[in-house]
């Protein structure tokens, strides 16, 4: 048995989130971003490049993460799991290839 | 997998009237209800049972470490010692190292917090019962895979952390390292379960009114502590998983002819070594944060601090690990940058001694022999602590690494702290887990003993490695032992002399058990006046913890039912005795209370996973045998019925008789 | 400032100078055993001398802290015990205290911090470098590769093992690498460890003030015998660096015709030069007999023999090559002396025989390593360290006979 | 995160069913579990991009990468992630007829992935790159062998999931299940996304 302010939670959950067609609009966007990404392979973006790979990796990440995975609609909660995690990998990893001089 | 584990609301069950509930697994497996003999054991996902088996598998191996310290302590009494082989030696202090940290200190932690964090945020059972079993047995198929290595051809002898490329194939030829890796791995697995599922626990299971800074600072420390675990166990099971690749399959990681880095290694362990060390000392810290207001008879002093200190220490905790690496060749700009970021974390740490100190102050101390050991642990961790601080000065640790200064330093924040910190914990909980007290005489020799015999044994260590003994030789010799007071001989003679004093000390702990499980008196219900949830029920608690859920309205519950402030004079007043409140839930049981059942599926699971792991030793056939195991026990764990029929209780549950009904 | 005052707050001071006072009494105590010579309080040259100024900050601070805290528990618990006092008042804490308790730390540490920063950089100098000396580390042994450098009169590589020998009052540069496994070169009196990675180098500067010997210990777990692998950093003046330079490059010196030593030679030809060359040691047929210890030793090296003699102490500097007596000679000599009395190197007189023919007899036995061919497997056949070779008495008799004519 | 504490919300007796914060254990733990996960794909596609570079012997990267053939693989996964969401949503509006074909379609989409790579893991083995010729190829293999076999395991997760609510013996919410199992499945292919452009894109 649960409470009414628990049900509540619960059906407003039900509602987060895109309706189907909301879905298959940001799956186009991915697809272009990717058709993009791919497009840097045979075209010279010059100095472009990895910024450009890099902030297309980032937004395709953070498009999946937030709407298909809901993180964006959901309890903040989940989010700061996966993203102590991410952050965590990020810092570390970044600082220790550093020390290898990885990015200079 | 988590996918099936427990219905979040039973809501969503009663819309889908056609629900087929099962009642056997892969044909004619039933749960097992078993609630006596060593089936209710093997099979129990009851989190007290299994935090006691936690207590036990620790203490055994703490016995083993010890023992191989004292074989250590032994061939380094004298010059050019003759009690162990340089093989043998190396293998010790390996096994010596990797038995204390992941096979005595881990799991003596995670007993302590599989049987009271329910308990503290009373709650019927943790989240996930039989993930909890998984990560017990997972942990002992580890560690006996671990230790299976000395029979099997040497164990490992890389030391406890394994660097690069002395645990390759070629510099460490026996099998001691893939037992080591696969060892690990698997224990590794299972504190990652378990961290998951006492993270979930705390956050979800909650009694009413139970806030989170409400929480009983013991429990907080074990939810950063999980934290910890589960954002740092991933790394070593890169490090260990690349390793092992290495040594069975060839891969090149490792290798320098390549063109390998051998650095890369140290960075992945330590990046996990050093949130481990934390992982290691904050269970204790929960501990003492217990004990001390308890025998203060006052509450933590800055309770938000303390806790928001531990957190801080979880997180700065990872941007430290290079401090293990100052000598490695890492250059000035990240041995800089690393060094501050360490001096930053004696900040909260500090900030924990002060309030425990500021605690004991205005307080009205009873030194018991848990008190004792609480305050052994703020006094030596300190001077553990400052001279971690003396390391953290890279230039001087340079100076320091690596010999028996680092030695003592650890000794004392895990000796001193961790253990002293874990004792606290057994003479403090014992009458709450067992119903008898420890003989407080025999436990202030215990205190005393151990006291004195550490210091004896790691105070000398600290003249030792400042006199230039590094660590983990086998020998040490007369022309580089020095003369006059501070020579090597003495010292390492009094450290030896001082090892067998703490084995003294720890055989009478042992003795102290045993003595009180056959005669011990009947411990009170609140034996120490003490403050926090688990006290509010029986000793030992029901199994199904309490006969009624509390609700909690303050920080330190079970004190405020016992003491009212008198508002003029501010001192407290007596309204009730613990005896009585404890009495009042039992006469206002719920009525209708759900457990979960027992099951094979964990204890199989992971002896599968123990084969397959072999198999990556002995040849495809046994990994084959072990997959199958392991999909086979998959299958079983998700097709399991939810529940155990009732009529496979005896006498048979739902009737009078049996007032527990069980429920997934 | 009434002088009442003025007189307390001396009074403050004086006290705070004992503590301080006793502190570092305390340290120097630890730092004054007689003859440890790892001690790593007695710093010998500028760079250590540069890290001991940090270690006297740092244990000072600890120190300091460690007594007030102690002097905090003691009075907490003797003040506070159970004295039949009432239960007190459950006050919660003192935000404004705590947050002073967690600001002065913050502050010390900067301090600490600080200075930190600057030794670190300050260390890691290698501009002004005089000499560079090229390290490699092994199982279970240093060995020291003089690159050529004119102006120190190395005018053809040096490569000798065990001992370094350096110039005093020179910045000498440490080019650390490794054959096998991670090692680490430490030389207490001079200067902090640095590991010795494969595949990495990895610099270190050493400057010693006065000629002398100061001693040093492998100080990363580096396998089976990581007890055994020592090394000693030997400075000399100027000059005398100058005449230890000249006679290492100096040519072969043939045995003696018809002596115990030319039949040693012969024996070394045949067993021994497979791994360890001698510098213008001819074979037979005259050619040029060439080390190629590959094909034997997993690490790919051992000892270069050329100027055996010239070092005092061998197999990673675990075993003395001169006996006791003329040991302390070298060992405990005055810094204005030491150098010629190094340069004597070791007569027959003054030979540790024992333990050196202990080692041709079972080199295994007398320092574990992994030469049991058992054991061979991982490394495709080839020896870690020095194998037993089953000589016999007389052949050692002329190899001990040979090796003492190279010097 | 005290203040996500819902306390109100307690029934005394089914303490267990209602948690403290109002969200679901096994979200919880799956969206724990996946920042774990983090920090091991994050150490893996750091030892591949420290070695990625440094070949001694065998192909290099930037001669054996097959972009095009990558691109196709990565857009199946990609797509993949679409159905998955709407499965989601099918199972969210209790139509299981709908949950059962977008799990089945996810599936196969994965499985034609997992396909894709055992073909270009082939194909690279013939050109000479073995998991042991040289550190660039032991960490390529690692990495993606092992996004490989967390892909496999979701493949299995989606038909294990279909068939149980199939038979209907889902002893949950049927929704969050397959919501759970989705989760598990995108974050998959979150980690291919980042694998696609450091690994494949960016040349060594
Ligand atoms: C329980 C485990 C534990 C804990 C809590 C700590 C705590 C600390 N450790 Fe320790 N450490 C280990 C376990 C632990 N360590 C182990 C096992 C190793 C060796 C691993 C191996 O090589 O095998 C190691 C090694 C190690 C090294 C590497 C040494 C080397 O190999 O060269 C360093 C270097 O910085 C270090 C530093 C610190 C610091 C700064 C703290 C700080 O957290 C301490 C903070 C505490 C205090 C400072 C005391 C109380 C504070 C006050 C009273 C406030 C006022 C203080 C000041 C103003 C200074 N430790
Ligand atoms: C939790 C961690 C922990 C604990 C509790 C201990 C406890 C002890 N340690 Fe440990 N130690 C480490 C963690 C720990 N150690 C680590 C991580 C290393 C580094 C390893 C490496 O370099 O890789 C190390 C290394 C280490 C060394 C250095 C080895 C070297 O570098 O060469 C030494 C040397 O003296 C030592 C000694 C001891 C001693 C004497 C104890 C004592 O306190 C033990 C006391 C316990 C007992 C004595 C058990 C009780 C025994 C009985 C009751 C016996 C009765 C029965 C019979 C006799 C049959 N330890
Ligand atoms: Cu070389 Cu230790
Ligand atoms: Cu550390």
Redesign the interface.
């Known amino acids: 048995m649960a409470t009414a302010t628990e049900h509540a939670e619960h059906t407003e959950h039900e509602q987060h989130g895109l309706t189907d067609g909301g879905y298959i609009k940001v799956a186009v966007v991915l697809a272009v971003i990717t058709a993009l990404e791919v497009s840097t392979y045979y075209v010279d973006f010059g100095p472009f490049f990895m910024p450009s790979l890099m902030i297309m990796m980032v937004a395709k990440f953070i498009i999946v993460v937030s709407y298909f995975m809901h993180l964006k609609f959901d309890n903040k909660l989940f989010s700061f799991m996966f993203y102590a995690g991410l952050v965590l990998a990020l810092g570390c990893y970044f600082a220790a290839l550093a020390t290898f001089q990885f990015f200079s | ?13 009663s ?2 009237p ?5 009642s056997t697994t892969l044909g004619n497996l039933r749960r097992p209800v078993q609630s006596t003999g060593w089936k209710s054991w093997l099979f129990t996902v009851d989190h007290k049972k299994i935090g006691i088996m936690y207590g036990v598998f620790a203490m055994i191996f703490f016995i083993i470490g010890g023992v191989e310290a004292l074989l250590m302590r032994l061939q380094l009494a004298a010059p050019d010692g003759k009690a162990l ?3 043998l030696y ?1 293998q010790m202090f390996t096994m010596h190292g990797t038995t204390m940290v992941f096979l005595f200190a881990m799991p003596m932690a995670a007993a302590f917090a599989n049987y009271f964090l329910p308990l503290q945020i009373g ?3 943790v ?2 019962p039989r993930m909890n079993a998984l990560g017990l047995w997972f942990l002992v198929v580890g560690g006996l895979v671990l230790n299976a290595a000395w029979f099997l051809g040497g164990a490992a002898d ?2 406890w952390f394994m ?1 690069a ?2 645990s390759g ?5 026996s099998n001691g390292v893939d037992f080591w890796t696969l060892g690990l791995q698997i224990a590794g697995l299972g504190s ?1 379960i378990g961290s ?2 006492l ?2 626990t705390v ?11 409400k929480l009983p600072v013991f429990t907080w420390m074990i939810l950063v502590v999980q ?1 910890l675990l ?6 070593i ?3 260990l ?2 390793l092992m ?2 040594r069975s ?5 490792f ?10 290694w140290q ?2 362990f330590w ?1 996990f070594g050093h949130p481990e060390v934390y992982v290691l000392i904050l269970p204790a810290f929960g501990i003492i944060s217990e004990v001390l207001p308890t025998f ?4 933590l ?5 303390v806790v928001f200190s531990g957190a801080a220490i979880g997180f700065v905790g ?2 430290v ?2 401090h293990h690496m100052f ?6 700009v ?3 940058v690393f ?2 970021a360490t ?2 974390i ?2 909260p740490t ?2 924990k ?3 425990w ?2 605690t ?8 018991t022999t848990a008190m004792k050991f609480a ?1 052994g642990l ?2 030596l961790f ?2 553990g602590g ?2 971690g ?2 390391h ?12 028996y200064y680092i030695v003592a330093h650890f000794h004392y924040v895990l000796f001193g702290g961790m253990v002293f910190g874990l004792f606290s914990g057994f003479y403090y909980w014992w009458p709450k887990m067992f119903g008898k007290m420890l003989n407080e005489r025999l436990g202030s020799w215990n205190f005393w003993l151990m006291f004195i015999g550490m210091n004896m044994t790691f105070g000398p260590m600290h ?1 030792l490695g ?12 007369e ?10 001989g003495f010292w390492n003679l009094i450290s030896s002399i001082g090892s067998f004093v703490l084995a003294l000390s720890v055989l009478l702990f042992l003795i102290n058990v045993v003595q009180t499980a056959r005669k011990g008196k009947q411990a009170p219900l609140d034996p120490w006046d003490a403050r926090t949830l688990e006290w509010i029920t029986t000793s030992p608690p029901k199994e199904h913890n309490f006969d ?2 509390p ?1 909690v309205h303050h920080l ?1 519950e079970f ?1 405020h039912r016992k ?1 009212v ?1 008198d508002e003029a004079t ?3 007043k007596a309204i009730a005795t613990g005896e009585e409140i404890v009495r009042n839930e039992e006469a206002n049981a ?1 009525s ?1 209370i ?1 457990l979960p059942s027992a099951s094979y599926w964990p204890l199989v699971l992971a002896i599968g996973v123990g084969v397959l792991g072999l198999g990556v030793l002995y040849g495809v056939p046994i990994m084959v045998l072990g997959a199958a195991i392991v999909l086979l026990s998959s299958f079983g764990w ?2 399991e019925p ?1 529940v155990a029929e009732d009529s496979d209780y005896d006498p048979p549950a739902g009737g009078t008789s049996k007032e527990l009904a069980s429920h ?1 | 400032m009434s002088r009442h005052a003025m007189s307390a707050r001396n009074a403050h001071r004086v006290r705070a100078l004992a503590i301080t006072k006793l502190v570092g009494a305390s340290i120097f105590l630890a730092g004054c055993a007689k003859d440890a010579p790892q001690d790593v309080f007695q710093p010998k040259g500028e760079n250590a001398a540069d890290i001991n100024n940090l270690q006297y900050m740092v244990f000072g601070i600890a120190g300091v802290v460690g007594v007030i805290m102690t002097v905090l528990f003691v009075v907490t618990m003797t003040k506070f015990r159970d004295k039949g006092q009432p239960i007190p008042e459950q006050s919660h804490g003192k935000p404004a205290l705590e947050i002073t308790l967690t600001i002065i730390p913050a502050l010390i540490l900067s301090v600490v911090g600080v200075f930190t920063f600057r030794g670190v950089f300050d260390l890691a100098e290698t501009k002004d470098t005089e000499l560079v000396i090229n390290v490699t580390g092994q199982q279970w042994w240093w060995e020291y590769d003089y690159p050529v450098q004119g102006d120190w009169g190395i005018d053809k590589p040096i490569i000798t093992s065990g001992q370094l020998v350096m110039p005093a009052g020179t910045k000498v540069l440490i080019r650390e690498t490794s054959r096998d496994v991670i090692h680490s070169y430490w030389i207490p009196a001079l200067n902090g460890k640095r590991d010795a990675v494969p595949g990495r180098i990895h610099t270190l500067r050493l400057h010693a003030d006065n000629p002398g010997i100061y001693a040093g210990q492998c100080t990363e777990f580096c396998g089976l015998s990581h007890g055994n692998m020592r090394m000693e950093a030997v400075a000399l003046s100027k000059e005398d660096f100058a005449t230890w330079v000249t006679n290492q490059q100096a040519a072969y010196k043939e045995p003696e015709k018809d002596s115990l030593a030319e039949q040693g030679e012969a024996v070394f030809l045949n067993q021994c030069v497979r791994c360890h060359q001698v510098n213008g040691l001819k074979k037979a047929d005259g050619t040029a007999a060439i080390a190629a210890p590959d094909e034997n030793v997993y690490a790919g090296a051992a000892p270069n023999l050329s100027k055996f003699m010239s070092r005092n102490t061998f197999a990673g500097a675990t075993w003395d090559l001169l006996k006791k007596d003329c040991r302390g000679n070298v060992w405990d000599a005055k810094s204005e002396e030491f150098g010629a009395k190094y340069l004597e190197g070791v007569s027959a007189d003054c030979l540790n025989e024992v333990d050196l023919r202990r080692w041709l007899r079972n080199a295994p036995a007398m320092k574990p390593m992994y030469a049991d061919p058992t054991k061979l497997e991982p490394t495709d056949g080839k020896y870690r360290g020095m194998p037993y070779l089953a000589l016999s008495e007389s052949d050692i008799d002329k190899l001990v006979a040979y090796l003492l004519t190279l010097k | 995160m005290a203040d996500t504490a819902v306390h109100a919300a307690h029934d005394v007796g089914h303490g267990a069913h209602v948690t403290s914060t109002g969200l679901s254990n096994n979200k919880l733990a799956m969206w724990l579990f996946l920042g774990s996960e983090c920090l091991l794909f994050g150490g893996l596609i750091s030892t591949y991009m420290l070695y990625r570079g440094r070949v001694a012997n065998g192909p290099h990267p930037n001669q054996i990468y097959d972009i095009p053939f990558t691109s196709v693989s990565s857009f199946v996964l990609l797509m993949s992630s679409l159905t998955m969401v709407l499965a989601v949503s099918a199972a969210q509006r209790r139509n299981d007829q709908q949950t059962n074909l977008w799990l089945t379609v996810t599936a196969l989409l994965g499985a034609t992935f997992v396909g894709g790579q055992v073909y270009e893991f082939t194909a690279f083995y013939r050109e000479g790159l073995g998991f042991t010729t040289s550190l660039f190829s032991s960490s390529f293999y690692t990495l993606t062998g092992f996004h490989g076999v967390h892909v496999t395991v979701g493949v299995i997760m989606l038909l294990v999931t279909r068939s149980i609510i199939q038979k209907n013996r889902v002893t949950g919410d049927k929704a969050e299940s397959v919501e759970i199992v989705g989760l598990y499945w995108h974050f998959v292919d979150v980690v291919w996304i980042i694998i696609f452009t450091l690994v494949y894109l960016i040349p060594a």
């Open positions: 997998m988590a996918i099936i584990e427990r219905p979040s609301t039973e809501l969503e069950v819309i889908t056609s629900v087929v509930v099962p082989s340089a093989d190396n709650a019927r059972d989240a996930f890389g030391g660097y490329p002395n194939p070629v510099f460490s030829p990652l998951i599922n993270i979930v956050l979800n299971m909650r009694a009413p009114g139970m806030t989170m800074m934290f589960v954002f740092s166990l991933p790394v099971t890169v490090a998983v690349l690749f290495q399959f060839g891969a090149t990681f290798d320098v002819a390549q063109g390998a880095d051998p650095l890369l960075h992945l990046i203060s008879r006052k509450p002093f800055g309770y938000p601090f990872f941007g690990w290079a000598a490695a060749g890492l250059g000035p990240s041995v800089a060094s501050i001096m930053a004696a900040i500090g900030v001694i002060f309030n100190t500021l004991m102050w205005g307080g009205k101390i009873w030194f305050i703020v006094v300190t001077i400052l001279s601080v003396t953290s000065v890279a230039p001087s640790d340079t100076q320091q690494t690596d010999t003249i400042l006199q230039g003994q590094p660590r983990r030789m086998y020998v040490w010799t022309a580089r032992a020095g003369e006059g007071f501070f020579n090597f009624r859920i609700t330190d004190f003491y402030e501010h001192t407290m719920e209708h759900h998700v097709m939810s997934g």
